[in-house]
């Protein structure tokens, strides 16, 4: 899933702003980011340049020179990393655990 919408709120961007911005209709914006319309590679470049991030962030993934980590898993990544020590023994027991 195309993460626009996300994006753009982060960045403080307006849809309307967006839309001038970027030249692309509003309502084709909107499309976009409902996932209603498939967003073209001309357009995920406007984007990826207004929102100065990559075109594989307003898509959703991330490549580390090995795989692809999709956006969701790098969100799961943030929030660890944000845990207290104790909590992450906590979590990485339980995943070794579900692992098995």
Same mark, same amino acid.
């Given at each position: 899933?195309y993460r &626009?919408?996300? %994006?753009r709120?982060?960045?403080?961007i307006?849809?309307e702003e967006?839309?001038?911005?970027?030249?692309?209709?509003?309502?084709?914006?909107?499309?976009?980011?409902?996932? %209603?319309?498939?967003?073209?590679?001309s357009a995920l470049v406007?984007?990826?340049?207004?929102?100065? %991030?990559?075109?594989?962030? *307003? /898509?959703?993934?991330?490549?580390?020179?090995?795989y692809? %980590?999709?956006r969701?898993? &790098? #969100?799961?990544?943030?929030?660890?990393?944000? &845990?207290?020590?104790?909590?992450? /023994?906590i &979590?990485?027991a *339980?995943?070794e655990? *579900? #692992?098995?």
């Open positions: 899933m &626009l919408k996300h %994006v709120i982060k960045r403080g307006t849809q967006a839309s001038i911005r970027s030249g692309i209709p509003l309502s084709t914006l909107r499309k976009y980011e409902q996932g %209603v319309t498939d967003i073209s590679g406007k984007l990826a340049k207004l929102y100065k %991030v990559t075109s594989d962030e *307003l /898509l959703g993934c991330h490549y580390n020179g090995k692809t %980590v999709e969701e898993e &790098l #969100d799961v990544l943030e929030h660890y990393r944000n &845990l207290p020590s104790n909590d992450r /023994l &979590l990485r *339980l995943s655990r *579900l #692992d098995k």
